[in-house]
């Protein structure tokens, strides 16, 4: 009998436990999944290790492409017998790269998972106290460098990082007049019907002129989000800032688009942000897989802009704008996307290179159509769209591109 069945006892804790690993390496694991992977447990038994393996892949593995970090986390967890040889061979490539190669990036964040960062200590030194705080407070340094640095290049306690410090961001929209209105302390239009009221009260003298002025509400939002395979990194951690904005006062619709559109509104209800974007990642089939620009965005002229946007309405649109279809197309659907919203903003992880021109034909066939061309690489970029996202949107029609 396979060994982790003989201590029932600890197998939901251990279970737990690799989903935390699994979910800190950069796989999409929820709660869900877990309760999932414990019940088939029971039903399927662990007599043999293989079925062990089988039964937790099965249920907490979804994407073909998760498949090698999921087997290397799988024997170093459940504790291979060849556990130090796989262990030299994750790490080993962390510690002797060359300047200027790349390690890639599921090894990095699966051994920071496993096995988190120590700091030295000199062999005279005592024993350190009891850790008591699970997380210390970032330094100013650690978050002007975590302001800057790429979502796609991020450790996995970078990643936890930056999504804490992106929840603590103070979130302001462009206030749009409706046709309702409040009463006023200041003067503004007169409300005759209470000003008449109160001269009633003091026999017809004008005792206090009252006044009223239009009530405002948040401009809504529709966030289109590329999650093909050079955008899914990024993606997510718009999706992240998409569940921020939808937790304020503004009116999001969320849609997430590779080989086909898809609604995600209701996905990203969920008040835990980690659930909410696990449950998108799981219910796209076609996530990190192709991208086909133009007809998602028909997709979305035609089904869904007048529902959603209704000429009031800021739109997201985050691609890198890769497209190798027809690009008369592409500049026809964006023409009409950019008419029927308020403003059209569009992130660009691109725009991350210094050297950066739009060469490609699908980013010269968007770029006309755009209020604003802005990065979306880090924090900083984030920072900026949320004041972008504050300021009327009449200034933007004057800064058409901005880096």
Known sequence: ????????????????????????????????????????????????????????????????????????????????????????????????????????????????????????????????????????????????????????????????????????????????????????????????RATLQGMARHGGELWDMRWRQPRTRPAPLVVLADISGSMSRYSRMLLHFGHLLGSADARVESFVFGTRLTRTTRLLKSRDPDLAVSQVVHAVEDWSGGTRITTSLHEFNQRWSRRVVSGSATVLLISDGLEHGDTRALSFEMDRLH?????????????????????????????????????????ASLAELVAVLASPAAEQRSLSLHR
Do not use: Y
């Open 339 to 379: 008419k029927s919203c308020r403003r059209l903003i569009w992130l660009n992880p691109l725009l991350r290179f210094d050297q950066f021109e739009p060469r490609a034909g699908g980013i010269r066939a968007m770029l006309p159509h755009v209020d604003r061309f802005m990065p979306v690489h880090n924090l």
């Open 1 to 192: 009998m396979f060994a982790a069945s003989t201590s029932p006892g600890h197998l939901a804790a251990n279970v737990m436990h690799f989903g935390r690993v699994l979910r800190a390496a950069g796989m999409p694991v929820g709660s869900d999944r877990i309760q999932l992977a414990l019940q088939a447990l029971q039903v399927a038994g662990m007599e043999k290790r293989g079925d062990f393996h089988a039964v937790l892949s099965a249920t907490l593995l979804d994407r073909v492409e998760h498949r090698e970090l999921f087997d290397q986390a799988f024997a170093l967890f459940w504790r291979d017998p060849d556990l130090m040889g796989r262990m030299r061979a994750l790490l080993l490539p962390k510690v002797t790269i060359k300047d200027g190669m790349n390690q890639p990036a599921e090894n990095r964040r699966l051994g920071e998972a496993l096995f988190p960062k120590q700091p030295e200590r000199p062999p005279d030194a005592p024993e350190p106290p009891e850790q008591l705080e699970l997380e210390a407070a970032l330094t100013w340094n650690d978050r002007e460098r975590l302001q800057k640095a790429d979502f796609e290049t991020m450790t996995a306690d970078e990643w936890r990082q930056a999504r804490r410090l992106l929840s603590q961001m103070k979130l302001a929209f462009e206030p749009l007049q409706t046709r309702r209105s409040r009463r006023a302390n200041h003067p503004g239009r007169p409300d005759w």
